[in-house]
């Protein structure tokens, strides 16, 4: 509740505005049902054809003053809920920009997308409903009460009873379902999580011949959805037949009570009417809030979900808030590892341990070693995806985290693994490291990445549509315009994290080539698994289970590192006999 308020509070007025709109809608169907009563004990006492017209004519004015009050209201309350839906999701997106890779993992990337879309969705929806028909409810209680027991005072205490009991129930109900909407919450994200694999893994599922284990598990999380919801509607449904129960007993009650009244000259045929107005107007509200608190605890469930979110303290901040001063003098050392090891925050052991080496200006530093050891995690210290444990990473003789991640990533042009393109265009996508890059230094960037000839022959050239994920590219096509969008962006520091593993051997040598002379001035740090890729390079860093089991050229390797002679020999075998 407490995010819902710390989202509506600059929109305050608006909400204000919307409430009194509802309270002098909800009044003006009181005041109509008094003077609905009032005519009709006029028109049996034998009232004059003015009175009977005046009465009428009030009734009119106050019917359309609450009807322009429903509608304002209404409009308000649907502007007023749209707000705080924006104020949300701006707010959720702008936090996902800060959270680490691990904080990532820790939600879930379907999870975070459900809170953004399904659970705000929900809480729009509960807010509208709260503010149009929970908040009048009190008014009308009280409003109603007040003349029903202005009437006749025993009528308004069998009144007060029956809205006493049902809103007795309500609160019961709604306790017992809170933990049914919680679970409900945890089995969505579980159907979007199966969905989104089913979706994306779909060639890896057709290959194994597993659509009819995937249909069973989606099957099972469908089916674990649906009986939990429907055992938490089957106790909103009681409480509806238990509610109408209750309006139908007061009505009796009211009709045995009147005659004996009536006949008495107690009460007139009109109060009878205007008491049973009052009953039935109260306890349709509170049977329209009913409604709204079937959707309350699930509301709440989403706002606390939302709010786990927004309250998150990432893994990775900004330490301080001014970047380094520039100097006009180059450091040599662009980037120094300085005695660094890591652990992620669930393991045991430290995945790097005691890492010293430094990339220079003008040279290229290789890092290779086998599968999990260690290679593409010295990247995501470098951009600071994650911190170091101890010891610490330098740009240009400056603690990484003694400047803003900003600062940091604007210095350096990171190729990843896995080639990854936004919808759009060729030249949008190099674009995205250098919005200000024109047509000639984006094909110049492309001619350097070997990716020049495939885009003269295509029929737009730099225009060509580019799908979501470049999945209308080939591999090597795709690892090519993410090596040329970094090559735009002309930092201190370019890092290929394994970028030429879908390249073949000509290209491949033809790029490494051209990129000696298009980073001569910039250091460039080498992932990779194929020796043939960094043999050349000024430094090449073997890594043997997190630690650092040789530095040096190639020959140097061969010579003084069991590790990397294995690696070499290895692929010299494999190549030889293919």
Not at 506 to 524: G, M, N, P, S, W
Request: glycine fraction near 6%; hydrophobic fraction near 45%.
């Amino acid at each position: 509740m407490k995010l819902i308020l710390k989202f509506i509070k600059p929109h305050w007025k608006l909400c204000a505005a919307t409430i009194l709109l509802l309270i002098i809608d909800v009044t003006g169907a009181l005041i109509i049902s008094t003077l609905a009563a009032e005519m009709l004990n006029q028109g049996t006492s034998g009232a004059s054809f003015e009175m009977l017209l005046s009465t009428g004519l009030k009734m009119a004015a106050v019917s359309v003053l609450s009807s322009i009050c429903a509608i304002l209201g209404g409009y308000a309350c649907a502007t007023l809920s749209a707000r705080v839906g924006k104020d949300m999701r701006v707010a959720i997106y702008k936090k996902s920009l800060k959270l680490s890779i691990y904080d990532f993992r820790h939600f879930g990337t379907a999870s975070i997308t459900t809170r953004t879309v399904s659970d705000i969705t929900t809480i729009q929806f509960a807010l509208t409903s709260f503010i149009q028909m929970v908040m009048p409810v009190p008014v009308i209680f009280i409003v109603a009460l007040a003349l029903a027991f202005s009437l006749d005072i025993e009528m308004g205490f069998i009144l007060l009873t029956v809205v006493a009991i049902v809103f007795i129930l309500a609160l019961f109900i709604m306790n017992s379902a809170a933990p049914l909407f919680r679970k409900l919450q945890k089995l969505l994200d579980r159907m979007s999580t199966i969905l989104l694999e089913n979706i994306t893994g779909v060639r890896v599922v057709r290959a194994f011949n597993n659509e009819k284990r995937e249909e069973k598990r989606m099957e099972t999380a469908f089916s674990n959805y649906a009986s939990t919801s429907i055992k938490a509607n089957r106790r909103f449904a009681n409480l509806d037949g238990l509610s109408f129960l209750f309006i139908n007993l007061f009505i009796v009650i009211v009709y045995w009570l009147s005659g004996g009244r009536i006949s008495a000259g107690k009460l007139q045929i009109g109060d009878i009417t205007a008491v049973i107005g009052y009953a039935l107007m109260v306890l349709y509200f509170l049977m329209m809030a009913q409604m709204v608190i079937l959707t309350m605890p699930r509301a709440l469930e989403c706002c606390e979900r939302v709010r786990a979110v927004l309250d998150h303290t990432p893994e990775i901040q900004d330490m301080v808030d001014q970047d380094p001063k520039k100097s006009n003098e180059k450091n040599k050392d662009v980037l120094a590892f300085q005695n660094v090891s890591f652990r992620f925050a669930d393991a045991e052991e430290n995945t790097l341990s005691n890492l010293n080496f430094s990339c220079k200006r003008g040279e290229t530093t290789a890092i290779i070693g086998g599968t999990g050891s260690g290679k593409s995690t010295v990247a995501s210290l470098i951009l600071r995806f994650h911190d170091v444990t101890s010891g610490s990473v330098c740009l240009d003789g400056t603690d990484i985290r003694q400047m803003t991640q900003h600062y940091l990533r604007d210095h350096v042009a990171y190729v990843q693994q896995k080639a990854w393109l936004f919808s759009g265009t060729i030249a949008s996508n190099l674009r995205y490291s250098n919005k200000n890059a024109g047509k000639e230094e984006l094909m110049h960037a492309a001619d350097v990445a070997q990716a020049g000839e495939f885009i003269r022959s295509l029929k737009d050239g730099l225009d060509s549509y580019v799908a979501q994920g470049g999945t209308n590219f080939s591999g090597g096509q795709k690892q090519r315009l993410s090596i040329a969008r970094a090559l735009v962006k002309k930092p201190e520091l370019y890092i290929f994290d394994d970028s030429f593993s879908a390249l073949d051997f000509k290209t491949d040598a033809a790029l490494r080539k051209a990129l000696a002379e298009e980073t001569k001035d910039a250091a460039v740090l080498i992932i990779a698994q194929r020796v043939s890729t960094i043999q050349h390079a000024n430094q090449i860093i073997v890594l043997n289970e997190g630690q650092m089991a040789g530095i040096g050229t190639h020959e140097e390797l061969l010579e003084n590192c069991p590790v990397y002679r294995e690696i070499y020999e290895s692929q010299t075998k494999e190549a030889q006999e293919a």
